[in-house]
């Protein structure tokens, strides 16, 4: 009579999950998305968008042969995306610097401004590859859950403000109406269509030349994801 192998338990699979690192994995996928939409990224990996939103719920978690290609396709170490484990870009060891200071920017009550209110360290070896000066990066808090299950309340992204030219399809952090928000645009003729990842929140519709209440900022290139 041959032995029953024992099934884990839900508890002991998310014990090891824990454990490994590996139960984090959504949030590293939403950093190498860098601002691209989940239908261009599965486009770019080769996956459904359907799979990669679930890997971005944390619904399931990809085979080691997924895994693989998205690490490829994404130009990071296969280590660091199951696990954490490890660097997620090459540093310039010729430098010695290995971390900048970001402005912390948020909107002033007062006079509406987008004001320096602190700053965040960041590390320098995430950037490097943008090509982007570190004076132009802004670090921007989010609030709300217009960008779900993108961005979540209380994410912190970093904007390129060198790059205000938008792209379809790509984030930036926009301000109009006296607010900063971070939303995924479209060129409509004349006028930008800022589209929320929650399908719940309806688009806005901004005409590209009135700079005195629609601005965009600059392209995020980073995600920092709240865990709590």
Known sequence: MKNKVKKPSEQEKTRNLT??????????????????????????????????????????????????????????????????????????????????HIPFHNVNEINKAFSVIESIPFDLTLIKHHNCETGDLAAVWVKGDSMEPTISNQDIVIVNKANCKPTDGFLYAVQYDDQISVKRIQHQGSNLV???????????????????NFKVIGHVIYLLKNLD
């Open 194 to 212: 800022l589209i929320s990842d929650n399908p719940k929140y309806p688009n806005i519709i901004g005409d590209k030349n009135d700079l005195q």
């Open 19 to 100: 454990e490994t690192g590996v139960i984090n994995f959504k949030n590293r996928l939403t950093l190498v998305l860098e601002g691209l939409s989940g239908n261009a990224f599965a486009k770019k990996v080769g996956m459904s968008e359907a799979v990669i939103r679930d890997y971005l719920c944390g619904k399931t978690y990809p085979s080691l042969n997924r895994l693989a290609i998205i690490a490829q396709k994404c130009d990071v170490p296969i280590e660091w995306l199951a696990t954490g484990k490890g660097g997620c870009r090459l540093a310039d060891e010729g430098s010695g610097q290995v971390s900048v």
